[in-house]
T-cell receptor, first 114, second 112 residues
Framework: AQTVTQSQPEMSVQEAETVTLSCTYD???????LFWYKQPPSRQMILVIR??????QNATENRFSVNFQKAAKSFSLKISDSQLGDAAMYFC???????????FGGGTRLMVKP | NAGVTQTPKFQVLKTGQSMTLQCAQD?????MSWYRQDPGMGLRLIHY???????DQGEVPNGYNVSRSTTEDFPLRLLSAAPSQTSVYFC???????????FGDGTRLSIL
């Protein structure tokens, strides 16, 4: 079974600065998908970014980018120019190529200081 | 466009009671899933469906039943509620395997 580990329970960043959230995963598969989801206090689950394992290029969505290291099984999220609205729980998730079953990490709480 | 709609938003049950959490989506998605989120943890998959008439178990299926008679609806049934099932439940849907899932707003369930 796949496992996803987020080793930082909490992180804080100053507004306008950059922060990186870590995620590692364990799998024996070669083709899979990785996601970062944001959960604000409203508890909605919001997709931040998606990475396909067969693509070497790191995904980017505006201020959000990933550093995908397939050999190291690492998938970190970089948030640039942090904003107060970025404060939330962030979850890393793994999806194998066989279906639609997401395996989530335990989450990282991000605090943004004004 | 409503997306994924879950009802109710909050529910309190007594141990041993049964209930159904409703989930409906209006995006014509084939894939639907149920997750639970316990305090301080990520979501864990309970059951999922890849189309009408097809369901399968996820990581934590015990104590829950599902059915998928239509593309739109995917109800989750608690057969005999237990305090260990106190959690926030999320329903999600997507148009295909490995595609981003759209989540409902969740149902907070407390079992006394």
């Amino acid at each position: 079974a796949q496992t996803v580990t987020q080793s930082q329970p909490e992180m804080s960043v100053q507004e306008a600065e950059t922060v990186t959230l870590s995620c590692t995963y364990d799998t024996s598969e070669s083709d899979y998908y990785l996601f970062w989801y944001k959960q604000p206090p409203s508890r909605q689950m919001i997709l931040v970014i998606r990475q396909e394992a067969y693509k070497q290029q790191n995904a980017t969505e505006n201020r959000f980018s990933v550093n995908f290291q397939k050999a190291a099984k690492s998938f970190s999220l970089k948030i640039s120019d942090s904003q107060l609205g970025d404060a939330a729980m962030y979850f890393c998730a793994y999806n194998n190529n066989a279906g639609n079953m997401l395996t989530f990490g335990g989450g990282t709480r991000l605090m943004v200081k004004p | 466009n409503a997306g994924v709609t879950q009802t109710p938003k909050f529910q309190v049950l007594k141990t041993g009671q049964s209930m159904t959490l409703q989930c409906a989506q209006d995006m014509n998605h084939e894939y639907m899933s149920w997750y639970r989120q316990d305090p301080g943890m990520g979501l864990r998959l309970i059951h999922y469906s890849v189309g009408a008439g097809i369901t399968d178990q996820g990581e934590v299926p015990n104590g829950y039943n599902v059915s998928r008679s239509t593309t739109e609806d995917f109800p989750l049934r608690l057969l005999s509620a237990a305090p260990s099932q106190t959690s926030v439940y999320f329903c999600a849907s997507s148009w295909g395997a490995n595609q981003p899932q759209h989540f409902g707003d969740g149902t907070r369930l407390s079992i006394l």
